[in-house]
Each structure stands twice: as C-alpha cells, then as structure tokens.
C-alpha cells in the first residue's frame, strides 16, 4: 500500500481521516501484531483480523484512538478495494451451479463426464515440486475416515466458508493458490495443535516450518540489526510468542535475518542470560550448554519437559537480542536526537526513548527514568513546541502523556508553510509601496532644489538602512537632536531650546566669565 499511498490518503480523506505514511508503516509492522489478534507484521487483508484489531483499537479507556484513523482506511480499502489491490485480494467462492438433469442428455453425460475421475496434478515450479504443500485430507480420495479436529482447518480457504460442490479438482497449483490468498503470510503456526489430548492431558503439536517467503519479506521489510534494531526485535517478540517456533525454526530465524557477527554476539549474550535453578542466570557451564544447547537437542515439543525446554530457550534468545542492540553508554547520542521540522511529537517521543534503549543502559518506560525522558522531549523539542512546554507549571510532575498532548496542540495550530510565505509576500508588497509613495511625494516638491534635497535624502535612508517612521517623520539618527536636527547633543541640551540647558561647553564657557567678572 505505501507505493500507492496517494490513493490510501485520498481515501482517508474521503472517509474524513488523515493518515500519514510512517504512522501507517509503524502501526501495521510494529503495534498491531502486539494485540496478539492474528494480525502478522506484512498486514492482511483478512476482514475478520481487521475487525479484531479494530476493536481493540476502539475499546474505552483501554484503546488507542490516535490509531483508529488508519485502522478504518485499511479496512474501507478491503471493502472497497481500489483497482491496484483488488489482484491481492482473496477471490470469493464462485457459487454452486445449479444441476438440471435432463432425459434427453443422461446417457452423454454419462458418457462424457464433466470432471476427472482423480485430481490432476499440475506442473509447477521445483520448489513446489521438492516441497509439496499440506493437502486437505478431507479431500483426499484415499482416506474416509474422519479428519482429526485440527487438521480440518489444514489449507485455510478464502473467506472462511467451506469448498462448494462444483468446484475444481484440488490439484497442487490450487492449494498453494488458496494459501496464499487466504492470508498475507504464515499465519499457520509452526507448532499447531493437531488432535485431542493424550491421556496425560498433553495437546499434541505438528511442526510447520516458515516459509521461505515469510524470512526473506520481513528481511527486505526491516531494517539491519546492527543499524536500527528495534525492527527486529519487536518482529521476533512477536514472531516468538504467537508461532511458538522450535529450535531449528530460531535457528533458521537467526541466519535469514541476522549477519555472522550479529549472529555470534546474539548467542554469546545468550549464554550470558541462563536462568538458573533461582532464576537469575547461572555460570554453571553444563546446564548454560542444557538450556541453550548450540547444537540440535533432542527435545520433543509433544512432551512437558519439551515445551518447558522451548519456553526457556525463546525467552532467554530474545533477552539476548535486547542485551545486543545495546550499544556503549553514550548521552552525547540521546542529545543528538531533535525533531524534524515536519516531524509530529509522537515520532519523536518515540525515536528519543529509543535512543535512550539504545545508548544508555535505562528503560525509558521505567518510573525511574521517567525525568531524563522528559528533560530530553522537552529541551530537543522544536522552539514552538519548547517554548509552551517550558511554561507549564509543575513540569516534573506531568505525564508524558500530558506533554504529549501540549505538544501536540502546539504542532497542529502552526502556520501552514503556504499562508507564511503569502504573508511575506505580502509584507514585501506593502513595503515596496511605501517606498514608491515617498519617491512620487519627493518628486511632487514645488522647488527643483527641495525635490534633488528629498531624493538625496531618500538614497542616504536606502543606503544607511534608515527610512521614515509610519507618519512620514524624518528618522533622528542616535546623537541628533530632534528639536533643531544637529549632530552632538540631544534635545534636552539643546542651546537652541527656550529653557534649555544648552551643551556642557556652553555651560563651561558661562561659568569661566562668571568668575571673571568676578
């Protein structure tokens, strides 16, 4: 959507809403997959999960209303879909035909069916070919028995609804078609439930490795680790925690979306954060190399032991991939961080407490950090902004949520950068037509010598930066007196003045006959 986010703007506007692209980018990758709705990193164009995250977006007290804007574009374009997304979106199920038997043709119909007797596999590509997709075993011509619970729900359809009786044969093509249309990317998970539980009260699990598409999209759609690695983080968060994957599907996660250094930093870290026997980690080396085992375990994630293993293992990777995106402690960096000149207080209050994850060792959602967070949002805001923001009252007892919504108001009710160039515009109209009106009202003097006087005194004003006042005066220069214009002495030393004092040399001069006289 964001190659044709003209369109997406367009549309928001329609429906009465602004969205801006890096909101848009950052919700959809970032915050709705943490609403644990089914909602995956690329987006979908599922309707239910859209209406799923849409009501958490719109829950009282506990939503994100700033978020709803995008959440209501996003699903008015899968209801209306424009002519460059209808291609991505899941086709409907064609509707059953109606059966008209006829007398006069039974015997060519039966002579001449209408569909072959067995599927026909298509050709396809090599990958398709060395890893066939999961058939449906509901459809499966060999086995009658009843599927299990979960396997029912193996090839996800379009729509949710179930295969109409005249439909095609459900060849190889077909099956990978329809799983990709039904969702955007692998919302099967690698360990799903397969079948009730066994006496023990174990669920039993069949593991469903990534796709390769899967890997390499949210490698292109993230940027490297080394560079910006809240990306990452926050996709693996919820990669980790939704998809539950083993420990072959982290180690494939790991050379998809890391480099070798990365890689190596991540698991040295890794090995730093075993838990041990009180939760704190342990330097016991045989169980560092029993938790998180560099080499395939034999761990079985039908089992409890497994699962528990797995558990350990996931939560202590991604404790690894926080302690490595931190870099030296470095203050200078967080001051560096100011907001754009477009740039909402939102993004920047997001891109200061990540400078914070960054370059210090505090978590700037601490209550503890709570002040240098807001020290930072106020002294690197814009000047608009930090200006109202340092004449709040009591400032270091406000939320960030408050100064956020100052912010905010003060961002919205700037000038638009049209209207403050009409104004200069403007300003420098008015000011050349001032000075038209002084040349025409010099050249208007009754006397050739008064008109050259006022024209030279014009050029003189121009080229000293001096002009007249609004009424048309005469501007006094800084040691002129303004009551017989001369140079040396204002007017209240004015010799000149009736009652005036006259000039210090004036004044010395009296004296010296005084005492002459004397």
């Known amino acids: 959507m964001t190659d044709h986010f003209k369109d997406v703007r367009g549309r928001a506007n329609n429906l009465s809403v602004e969205v801006r692209k890096g909101r848009w980018q950052f919700f959809c990758s970032s915050k709705w997959p943490t609403f644990n709705v089914g909602w995956p990193p690329e987006g979908t164009f599922d309707l239910p999960t859209i209406h799923r995250v849409r009501s958490v977006i719109s829950r009282p007290k506990m939503g994100h209303l700033d978020q709803l804007p995008y959440i209501i574009t996003w699903q008015d374009l899968v209801e209306d879909p424009p002519s460059w997304l209808k291609p991505f979106l899941a086709p409907l199920p ?76 459900f060849t190889r093509q077909r099956a990978q078609r329809e799983q990709s249309a039904s969702v955007a990317d692998s919302t099967i998970l690698p360990l799903r439930d397969t079948g009730p539980p066994d006496v023990e009260g174990n669920q039993p699990h069949h593991c469903w490795p990534f796709a390769t598409s899967d890997l390499y999209n949210w490698k292109a759609q993230n940027p490297k680790f080394s560079e910006k690695p809240a990306g990452l983080i926050d996709l693996l968060d919820s990669v980790l925690f939704t998809h539950q994957p083993t420990w072959d599907d982290c180690q494939q996660l790991l050379q998809v979306l890391f480099t070798t250094e990365e890689r190596e930093r991540i698991l040295n870290e890794a090995r730093k954060l075993v838990p041990g026997a009180d939760g704190n980690p342990t330097t016991n080396q045989a169980q560092i190399d029993a938790s998180f085992p560099l080499t395939r375990p034999q761990w079985d994630f039908n089992t409890a032991e497994g699962k528990e293993r797995l558990r350990v293992y996931r939560q202590t990777l991604m404790g690894a991939l926080r302690m490595a995106a931190r870099k030296p402690t ?47 949002f106020v002294n690197q805001s814009a000047i608009d902004i930090r200006r109202k923001l340092q004449k709040i009252d009591r400032l270091g007892g406000k ?57 030279r005194q014009l050029a003189d004003d121009a080229r000293k930066g001096k002009g007249t006042t609004k009424r048309g005066k005469q501007r006094l220069q800084k040691d002129q007196c303004s009551h017989c214009k001369e140079i040396g002495h204002w007017a209240r030393d004015c010799p000149k003045r009736a009652g005036g004092k006259g000039s210090k040399t004036d004044r010395v001069k009296f004296l010296e006959l005084d005492e002459l006289s004397d």
């Open 399 to 455: 939320s960030l949520q408050d100064l956020l919504v100052v912010a905010e108001k003060v961002y919205n009710n700037r000038e638009p950068p049209e209207d403050k160039q009409a104004r200069a515009v403007a300003a420098a109209s008015s000011k050349q037509t001032r000075d038209l009106a002084r040349i025409l009202l010099a050249t208007t003097a009754d006397s050739p010598e008064e008109r050259d006087h006022r024209l």
């Open 330 to 376: 470095n203050l200078a960096k967080v001051g560096n961080v100011q907001q754009g000149k477009d740039e909402s207080p939102a993004a920047f209050l997001e891109r200061i407490m990540e400078a914070f994850r960054t370059y210090t060792p505090m978590d700037p959602e601490a209550p503890e950090s709570k002040a240098a967070v807001i020290m930072a």
């Open 94 to 169: 064609p509707e059953p035909k109606p059966i008209l038997a006829l007398q006069g043709t039974k015997k060519k119909s039966l002579a001449q069916p209408s569909a072959p007797l067995y599927p026909v596999l298509q050709g396809g590509t090599e990958e398709e070919l060395i890893f066939p997709p999961p058939y449906n075993p509901s459809r499966m011509p060999e086995e009658h028995h009843p599927p299990l619970p979960g396997e029912a729900a193996a090839v996800p359809r379009a729509g949710g609804g179930k295969a109409p009786g005249g439909s095609p044969p």
